[in-house]
């Protein structure tokens, strides 16, 4: 499965998100990879802490060899690399993205993203953090996915942004991904006791709109964990924000949940028989 997290709009949780996410999947077992798309490198700083900044082989070299007819490109195996964390494998960005954009626009290598990783076979699941923007990157990373993820920060900025997103994302299937799927709105920085989040979100609901049922709060521990460039689930994997992203991974993962609640009922009728 590769899952796109994507949203227009900055600030909205994109790299916390996908970061998270892969950072479960992992934990729970599965061969993970993220792929850090967006020129900011929030989810490289985040999975690599100080290391980040001493890789050489990235996302930015990829794209940059295909401006090159004199180069083979490497495979994008060339530019994975290893995180601290068991599982889960990252191909970092790269401030030089927004240098190059352009020319990989005029040149049309919009689909050499999904060429490549059609031919990755080895992980379970592939994560892509995306820019704030709907630009190459973006529509590399959606034509190149199943599932679209889509941050939503409750405010009415977002809530403006979120139909032309969704458009977006509509003409990408009908052009280019006729496989891709809005997976469903992730409900971020969500303030329960606040009347305008909760407003927003129940209208949103009554548009029909897919807003998945676990809602992710709004939390100082975050900021920390980004500190400490340790997802959740290893900096703090008893606290309520970790919860929340469980239980949205989950509902991601229907079929590996009740897999998990089957292998747990055995064991118990196990014991009981003993």
């Not at 949203?7 to 892969?22: R, T």
């Not at 919009?110 to 973006?138: C, E, G, Q």
Request: hydrophobic share 35%.
């Amino acid at each position: 499965m590769r899952r796109v997290v994507f949203n227009q709009k900055g600030g909205v949780g994109k790299s916390s998100i996908a970061s998270n996410l892969a950072a479960i999947s992992a934990h729970k077992g599965l061969k993970t990879l993220l792929i850090d798309l967006d020129s900011q490198c929030n989810s490289t700083q985040y999975l690599l802490g100080k290391n980040a900044g001493r890789i050489q082989n990235d996302v930015g070299v990829f794209f940059s060899q295909l401006l090159s007819f004199k180069l083979r490109p490497q495979k994008l195996q060339s530019f994975i690399h290893r995180t601290p964390f068991p599982n889960l494998d990252i191909i970092p960005s790269s401030p030089v993205l927004g240098e190059i954009q352009g020319q990989l626009e005029a040149k049309h290598k919009i689909y050499k993203l999904r060429d490549a990783l059609a031919s990755l076979d080895r992980y379970d699941a592939v994560y892509i953090d995306t820019p704030p923007a709907y630009n190459f990157y973006t529509m590399s990373a959606l034509i190149s996915a199943h599932s679209c993820l889509i941050p939503f920060d409750c405010d009415e900025f977002s809530r403006q942004a979120l139909y032309s997103l969704m458009d977006n994302v509509e003409e990408i299937c009908q052009d280019h991904n006729s496989k891709l799927k809005i997976e469903g709105i992730v409900v971020n920085q969500f303030q329960p006791r606040a009347s305008l989040p909760v407003r927003v979100v129940n209208e949103l609901k009554e548009e029909g709109l897919p807003i998945l049922n676990s809602y992710i709060s709004s939390s100082v521990k975050m900021r920390e964990s980004h500190d400490q460039s340790l997802p959740l689930i290893q900096s703090a994997p008893k606290h309520k924000l970790t919860s929340e992203f469980l239980a949205l991974f989950d509902e991601l993962h229907p079929q590996m949940s009740s897999a998990v609640t089957n292998q747990r009922s055995k064991q118990s009728a196990d014991k009981e028989s003993v």
